[in-house]
């Protein structure tokens, strides 16, 4: 039997990508490169193969009669169309838990290098500022106030290390989880004015777009860190970006952006923030594990067998 057809719609990852070239007849991002060529091959493509930043919208579903599953190499899925999936008859999957524990430490490791002011510190000793005197003094974090916007596997795993600097926890979420002793607030804004760093863990969508906005940075104030390791979507970058400038909060360390890759000249400019190229699961063995975790999804729904891990609303 010939190999199931799958639309590849991002530049993948070569973990991933092999393994497709391998088991599948893959059209990579034809789409976009060959509209022609992919008019003719949409009516046999049965898979989509996504990254987490991919955006499938209902029009590309809807040119995809035979469309069974979409599989999403990573957490966020936010950029796929899950209703127009399903009304298609299509499940989506993506890769949970296997990036946890990196994503969990990024977020550590901003915090740190936010309040200690880490990179600022390797550049003050590389352009020979030492022998003039020492640097302006920064801030503690162990013993300090964490708040976090998002209470989830990922959300859980910040506060287990955090803990062990001897932070107090507290969250916000759509609604308190059961089982977490952590204190929670009904609101970003209420988390915040209680928070010396405020961690953002919390999925992208509609529904948290720009949930931190300048409200929510007044409220953290002026010794206030802000983490960012969810979506750029979650904050109000224009609000942050003035917010860094009048000194309305400390600092920030962000993984995440509006509109990645381009950051905004204003934020790369500032001086007592962290910037990261999207690096949360950017570990050779975590990518590989979501890879696997991606292609194996597929493995199960062409082999008829439990999907690992669909996504909350296919389950």
């Known amino acids: ?9 991002a530049k993948l990852s ?60 990573g957490v966020g899925y936010d950029g796929i169309d899950v209703a127009a999936a399903k009304a298609r008859g299509a499940v989506v999957t993506h890769t949970p838990n296997v990036l946890n524990d990196d994503v969990a430490d990024l977020a550590i490791g901003l915090m740190l290098s936010a309040a200690r002011q880490l990179p600022a510190a390797d550049r003050y000793v590389r352009a020979g500022s030492w022998s003039k005197g020492p640097m302006p003094l920064a801030r503690k974090m162990s013993g300090a106030r964490l708040g976090l916007v998002g209470m989830g596997r ?3 795993a910040i506060a287990h290390r955090a803990a062990a600097f001897g932070m107090s926890i507290a969250y916000t979420s759509r609604s308190p989880k059961a089982g977490v002793a952590f204190k929670y607030f009904p609101s970003a804004t209420a988390l915040a004015a209680e928070s010396d760093f405020l961690v953002l863990i ?21 010794k206030g860190i802000l983490v960012n390791v969810a979506r750029g979507s979650v904050v109000d970058e224009s609000a942050l970006i003035d917010a860094l400038e009048r000194g309305v ?16 000249e204003r934020l790369r400019a500032l001086p007592h923030v962290v910037l990261a190229p999207h690096i949360g699961s950017a570990t050779s063995q975590t990518r590989q594990a979501m890879a696997d975790l991606a292609f194996g999804n597929l493995q199960a729904h062409f082999a008829g067998k439990p999907l690992l891990s669909p996504v909350p609303e296919c389950q």
Do not use: C, W, Y
Request: net charge negative; glycine share 8%.
């Open 202 to 222: 919390t999925p992208g969508g509609a529904g948290t777009r720009k949930l931190v906005n300048a409200e929510v940075l007044a409220a953290l104030g002026s």
């Open 249 to 264: 909060i400390g600092g920030a360390g962000l993984d995440v952006f509006e509109s990645e890759p381009n950051v905004p």
């Open 154 to 156: 990922i959300g859980q």
């Open 14 to 73: 070569p973990l991933f990508a092999s393994q497709l070239d391998a088991a599948f007849s893959v059209h990579d991002r034809l789409h976009q490169t060959d509209p022609a060529a992919f008019a003719a091959a949409a009516p046999a493509i049965r898979a989509i193969a996504a990254s987490g930043e991919s955006k499938v919208d209902a029009e590309l579903i809807a040119q995809l009669p035979k469309l069974e599953i979409i599989s999403v190499m």
């Open 1 to 9: 039997m010939p190999s199931p057809s799958i639309l590849s719609v």
